[in-house]
């Protein structure tokens, strides 16, 4: 392992195993039962386990803000029973080895009120694209840590050093932005090979059923949906303070962030330039079944510069944002949106967003194209259990964005973290259809999805709204923009996956899978076949189907 800041080592190999083996032979004697750890990962696959006994007529549950505390999941789902191991009651599987490979955390404690778990993080995919005959891998190695005390405060920290070589078009947004989609900053070696390292953590206090407080350097996601159009994972971590306050039908959760602006000039006396980001988020349910949930989001991002740095007019937690922005002549890029989900019944639902960054009504009335009309909507539809068929489960998604929007004048306060959209990640000046068909029977897990999507990519040396890290008084012209102007541009992304789940607790999957990726405009062609395998902990989501 070589986590580096610069060109300085910080851990080496010998230092990793000796503080590995050292906890190993301190924990091996604690071999009490061990709770499900406090923080649910932030991933997919895990939440859609759970996500069909939430909808099944729990009430009050607010399902839409990520990530959700295990207690609280677990009082609206059997969590403890979703990840108890299937079919592993061999004599072997009983064993210390058989334990910790299939059934339990590989250190873990449970003593006096207080629960401990260490894992090592591994992910080894290899793969090979069959168009340019590009060889694929993926090769992680860490350690996570997470812990819990007296069922109200818990903390988690994680590490782990990557090296990998990914297909054509994933290795050119690497090149152009210099981070891994949904990850850090790269080196490049001789080989062409990209290392990388990625360390996030956290802790939080729950108070009681009503208060919580989380404290962390990770990622949040706002929506119901594959793709969130308000707040999403896309990016790479940043800090954060989160408070959520949660009474009767509503529940109401303030962030305070800040996030870093790679596409300014770097100083080594000062870093990567800094920008904050400030949001609300109103949840809330009605009817007696709470059929429906709605909610509605707020957000400010301003850019830290020498005259100025975290805002204290944005500070109150309890106000609305823009008659504050108002006040103080702000000139900072403000957003406003609304999250919504109907249950017609327990297997059925329908969700949506709706983001404004930017709006006139008489601009919008006059369909001109106006470039400042600067908007984006989902709709989806997700069904559990199709034809009564147990964890046969399908989601369609429709998520449209109009161009320039979240771009911003300056470009230090545009909706973006660390050379990355923090909402979708195709940015802007788009629409696209994501649908997924799974089935989930024991340990096996077997998903198709599909993507298409018509986009207005920029011309060169054009700024047609598609790239949101660009400043929007760059604009191409002032009407004439619709979803799709500018060099319109076709992709068509199909994928297969087989999976074995090894391991529960770890959310450890031994997998197998294809990804078809087609890229056609009048510019440029491109296509990619990944066949990959791997063996790896599914503990967040990487997006890359772009």
């Known amino acids: ?157 994680s590490v782990h050093e990557n090296q990998a070589q990914y297909v054509s078009y994933v290795s050119d947004m690497v090149k152009k932005e210099g981070v891994v989609p949904g990850q850090g900053r790269v080196k490049t070696n001789e080989a062409g090979t ?44 940043y800090p954060f303070f989160r408070f959520s306050m949660k009474f009767w039908r509503f529940k109401y959760t303030v962030y305070y962030a800040m996030m870093q602006n790679l596409k300014e000039d770097f100083y080594y006396d000062t870093g990567f330039k800094k920008k904050y980001f400030r949001g609300n988020y109103l949840d809330f349910v009605i009817g007696k079944k709470d059929w429906l949930t709605f909610g509605l989001f707020e957000a400010v991002v301003w850019r830290h510069d020498s005259y100025r740095s975290f805002e204290f007019n944005y500070i109150n937690p309890i106000i609305f944002l823009r008659p504050v922005e108002n006040s103080i002549g702000s000139p900072d890029n403000e957003l406003l949106g609304f999250n919504l989900k109907v249950r017609f019944n327990p297997r059925n639902i329908f969700y949506g967003q709706l983001m404004i960054d930017e709006f006139l009504l008489d601009e919008v009335r006059a369909g001109n194209g106006w470039w400042g009309n600067k908007q984006a909507f989902q709709l989806g539809y997700k069904s559990y259990s199709i034809a009564k068929i147990k964890n046969l489960n399908f989601q369609t998604e429709f998520n449209y964005v109009r161009p320039y929007t979240y771009q911003h004048r300056s470009t230090g306060q545009n909706f973006g973290q660390y050379n990355q959209p923090i909402a979708h990640p195709m940015g802007a000046n788009f629409w696209e259809s994501v649908s997924f068909l799974n089935y989930r029977w024991r340990n096996f897990f077997v998903e198709a999805k599909f993507n298409y999507v018509l986009a207005g990519k920029d011309r060169a040396g054009k700024n047609d709204g598609s790239y949101i890290f660009y400043n929007y008084d760059t604009r191409s012209t002032e009407y004439g923009h619709y979803v799709g102007t500018g060099l319109e541009t076709i992709i068509l992304y199909k994928e297969f996956r087989l999976e074995y789940l090894v391991n529960p607790k770890t959310n450890m999957n031994i997998e197998f899978g294809v990804t078809d990726r087609s890229y056609e405009n009048e510019v440029e062609n491109k296509y990619s076949t990944l066949i990959y395998f791997g063996l790896r902990m599914a503990l967040e989501n990487y997006y890359f189907d772009f």
């Open 1 to 157: 392992m070589f986590l580096y800041d610069d060109d300085r080592p910080v851990m080496t190999h010998r230092k990793c195993l000796l503080a590995y083996f050292s906890l190993q032979l301190f924990f091996t004697g604690f071999q009490n039962a061990f709770a499900q750890e406090f923080l649910f990962p932030l991933n997919r696959d895990v939440y859609g386990r759970v996500e069909q006994y939430i909808q099944n007529d729990s009430l009050h549950f607010f399902s839409s803000l990520k990530p959700l505390g295990y207690d609280y999941v677990r009082a609206f789902a059997p969590v403890d029973s979703v990840f108890a191991p299937i079919g592993k009651n061999a004599k072997f599987y009983n064993t210390l080895v058989g334990r910790k490979l299939f059934k339990e955390h590989l250190i873990q404690v449970d003593e006096d009120d207080i629960k401990l778990a260490i894992d090592p993080i591994f992910n080894t995919q290899v793969g090979a694209d069959v168009f340019d005959d590009n060889k694929v891998y993926v090769n992680t190695r860490g350690v996570l840590v997470q812990a819990e005390a007296w069922n109200k405060f818990y903390f988690y920290t």
């Open 194 to 237: 990209y290392d990388f390292n990625n360390a996030t953590g956290g802790f939080g206090l729950v108070l009681g059923k009503h208060f919580d407080f989380m404290c962390a350097h990770d990622k949040n996601f706002i929506g119901d949906g594959y793709r969130s159009l308000l707040l999403s994972d896309n990016s790479f971590q």
